[in-house]
């Protein structure tokens, strides 16, 4: 059974944006500022709903295609849960830095430059979806603390397949390179499956299995019997240990921490 690798993230670290997070897991750690709803441009404006745009700037160097494929899967799955339709003729702008990689993994380096077809297409395994679930979770914390409305919340984690058969959760950079199959997999907090990007050979039986963990990652031990209970019973169930409640469990944590911090003035008035 694997250890899952918990994340750190910090809410509104930066000053000028409106809400901003810092995330990372993996080796990889992510800083996102958002800004909106602002004014947009004649030419991007939406007559019925707000334009989300989205940009991704690398450790080092500039951004190329790597980056604008993460952008476009980030802008599809981000425009799906940002109430778009409540600011019309508006833009929500959405930037994401990457403040550090793991070892094996720098876009960067003269060995990947001088390197053979064969080791960039191994390096460009690494890069691509490994770094997908620190984009989407910061993207969210983000967002939310910019108080941009939302329909639902998401969780986002990284499943790669050994070549031996076994299932990794939050696998190291070198157990990537050695799989047979990468896998991102975003549910939603209604329990919707928001992306699934894959990359390698793999048969449906080791989707589903891929599938049945990353959920567990995710969205933790869900209790089927939830909805029955009383209010006074959620919010005891609410308080129960976080780390049976996957990601969804800890980006609720952050929020209630953030909550807190916020609400100290309060004391000092009383």
Not at 30 to 48: F, M, S, T, W
Not at 83 to 106: A, F, G, K, M, Y
Not at 159 to 175: K, R
Request: charged content about 25%; aromatic content about 2%; proline content about 4%.
């Amino acid at each position: 059974m694997m250890v899952q690798n918990l994340p750190s993230a910090e809410l509104s670290l930066l000053d000028r944006p409106e809400g901003s997070a810092t995330y990372s897991q993996n080796g990889y750690s992510i800083v996102c500022a958002v800004n909106g709803p602002i004014e947009v441009q004649r030419r991007d404006e939406l007559p019925e709903e707000a334009a989300v745009d989205v940009v991704l700037r690398p450790a080092v160097g500039v951004g190329g295609t790597r980056e604008r494929h993460l952008e476009s899967i980030l802008h599809s799955t981000l425009r799906h849960i940002i109430l778009v339709q409540n600011h019309p003729r508006t833009l929500i702008q959405i930037t994401l830095q990457v403040t550090s990689t793991p070892e094996n993994d720098s876009a960067s380096t003269k060995d990947a430059q001088s390197s053979s077809a064969m080791k960039r297409q191994a390096h460009n395994k690494l890069q691509v979806l490994p770094m997908l679930p620190s984009l989407l979770q910061a993207s969210l914390l983000a967002l939310l603390s910019a108080s941009i409305p939302l329909s639902m919340t998401l969780t986002s984690t990284l499943i790669a397949i050994a070549s031996s058969g076994n299932v990794l959760q939050d696998p190291t950079p070198q157990q990537l390179q050695q799989a047979s199959s990468t896998h991102v997999l975003a549910f939603s907090s209604h329990g919707d499956l928001l992306v699934a990007e894959s990359d390698g050979s793999f048969n449906m039986d080791t989707w589903e299995q891929v599938y049945d963990l990353a959920e567990r990652v995710c969205r933790g031990q869900v209790d089927e019997d939830e909805d029955e209970d009383s209010d006074e019973d959620q919010d005891v169930r609410m308080e129960t240990d976080e780390r049976n409640r996957g990601l969804e469990g800890f980006v609720r944590g952050v929020m209630q921490e953030k909550v807190v911090k916020d609400q100290r003035w309060k004391e000092g008035l009383r």
